[in-house]
């Protein structure tokens, strides 16, 4: 759903990515604040790029909802899940840092056989990424529900989202997320040739809790898909 939040610094919100604690007693969720736009082919409302997102804690036996604390404005917090009863982990851009560039067909110079590389002309910038705030790297974050003890577990990856917490008697415990493998050695992905579909350079990795001991379930060596 979308609404209206008056108290907010934009009006127009959606609550989203719901996770239920592991003793069944609280909700945690993410609202995602920007600006509303109309589709010109479907007109259809849609929350356009978000400007910050914060989290709340539905609790379901008094049925109230409060903001964690200690959140800013200019951060996007998304994508929650619990370690434990009283820990979450989640999405964050609050490293304030802009992911790896992607290389395509915007730079100069030429390739081994001598054809050109691509152009360097003003309207290329050679991002997939938007220049605002949604186009901020996001990395994979852990903080008590009181928003105290907070801490990036990704600070090496360029793109990490969507973290998970296994329950699986194997990896039980372990956090899943997706990271993205771009990098500006496109002969890596395609023998020279450029790099592919940079959306698909994906691997799904784990680690423990804390962010140590980190292993690649999709990708990397351990399968032949990225």
């Known amino acids: 759903p979308v609404w ?9 919100c959606a609550a989203q990515e719901a996770s239920v604690s592991p003793d069944g007693k609280r909700i945690v969720f993410s ?5 509303l736009w109309q589709h010109e082919t479907l007109m259809t409302w849609q929350l356009g790029d978000i400007q910050y997102a914060k989290l709340y ?8 909802v409060k903001e964690i604390p200690n959140q800013s404005s200019k951060v996007i917090n998304r994508m929650p899940d619990w370690i434990d009863d009283n820990t979450i982990v989640y999405a964050s851009n609050a490293a304030n840092l ?9 730079h100069a110079g030429r390739y081994p056989d001598g054809t050109p590389r691509g152009y360097s002309g003003g309207q290329c910038v050679s991002q997939s990424f938007p220049t605002s705030p949604a186009g901020k790297a996001m990395q994979i974050w852990r903080m008590k529900v009181d928003g105290t003890e907070k801490k990036n577990l990704t600070k090496h990856e360029s793109m990490a989202i969507r973290p998970k917490v296994l329950r699986n008697p194997k990896n039980k415990g372990r956090i899943a997320y997706s990271s993205w493998q771009n990098s500006e050695d496109e002969g890596f992905y395609a023998g020279g040739g450029g790099p592919g579909t940079v959306v698909n350079h994906w691997w799904l990795m784990t680690m423990a809790p804390d962010g140590t001991a ?4 999709v990708g990397a060596h351990h399968s032949n898909y990225i």
């Open 57 to 64: 804690i539905y609790d379901v036996a008094t049925k109230t």
């Open 31 to 35: 609202v995602s604040y920007g600006s």
């Open 4 to 12: 209206r939040a008056s108290t907010h610094l934009y009006e127009d």
């Open 214 to 217: 980190p292993a690649s379930l």
């Open 98 to 106: 802009y992911p790896v560039r992607d290389q395509w067909n915007c």
